[in-house]
């Protein structure tokens, strides 16, 4: 659709930063470690279980179209938070999946990951705010501005955070590795994609050779490079350059 539109990726905000491995290595936070070897699904299998994980119809797909109103695409607009859009969608998905869907506010995440500045970041930045601060209902915080920032919306976040995600790497195949991983154990990785400057929360794994990733992209549903807003993503372009995968969430209070 995008292509028969004439839409380019440069006519959207996106705002990714390529993150600096040097000055923040895979692990540099206590709470997202490295993934290790022993987390990883071994490759000789993942052909059969990404079948039997289609038959049962149980990925974050199948959640979106349970919870559709929840769920869909969200819209960063023109703000270059797409980092902060991505790593809140992923959250969601782990609430609904939980049994508490609701939307939250990416303008809040992204906002108490920088300090409430309109600029670009990387995945692991805003996971940092989602785990120190929380998040809050998209009701709470609707638009990308520091007055949401309440005594009341604080202790409100304190109630919804991540707790423990594993962290990628700057090698590209075992982001790779990391990625069909999450996919397969029922987890939603936040990918951070160099070649386009977009971060966004995983949706779907389509296939393993060739490999296809459905991303749920934050430029709204109208915006559909694949189906209802999801970003179709094909071979290395599908190979995230930065990779996080949240785990533990706070239990619902």
């Not at 409430?116 to 809050?136: F, I, P």
């Not at 009701?139 to 007055?147: G, V």
């Not at 195949?173 to 070649?195: E, K």
Request: hydrophobic content about 40%.
């Amino acid at each position: 659709i995008a292509s028969e539109m004439g839409w380019q990726v440069s006519d959207f905000a996106t705002g990714l930063i390529v993150r600096d491995y040097k000055s923040f290595p895979s692990g540099y936070l206590a709470s997202a470690p490295s993934a290790p070897d022993s987390w990883l699904v071994p490759e000789v299998e993942w052909a059969e279980r990404l079948k039997e994980q289609q038959a049962l119809r149980e990925s974050a797909w199948d959640l979106r179209e349970k919870y559709y109103p929840i769920l869909k695409s969200l819209n960063q607009k023109t703000f270059p938070l797409c980092w902060g859009f991505s790593t809140t969608k992923v959250l969601m998905y782990l609430y609904a999946a939980a049994g508490d869907p609701q939307i939250f506010s990416p303008w809040w995440t992204a906002g108490v990951s920088n300090g409430w500045k309109s600029q670009g970041g990387w995945c692991t930045l805003s996971l940092e705010g989602a785990a120190k601060v929380g998040m809050v209902p998209m009701a709470s915080c609707p638009e990308f501005n520091s007055r949401n920032a309440t005594t009341e919306t604080m202790a409100l976040a304190a109630k919804r955070k991540c707790i423990e995600w594993w962290d990628g790497s700057e090698d590209r195949d075992r982001n790779r590795a990391i990625m069909i991983s999450a996919y397969l154990l029922g987890l939603v990785p936040v990918q951070d994609h160099n070649h386009i400057g977009h971060s966004m929360s995983g949706c779907r794994l389509v296939s393993i050779d060739p490999l296809i990733v459905d991303c749920d992209n934050s430029w709204d549903a109208i915006s559909d490079f694949g189906e209802k807003g999801l970003y179709r993503l094909k071979g290395r372009n599908a190979i995230p350059d930065g990779i996080t995968v949240p785990r533990v969430i706070q239990p619902a209070a």
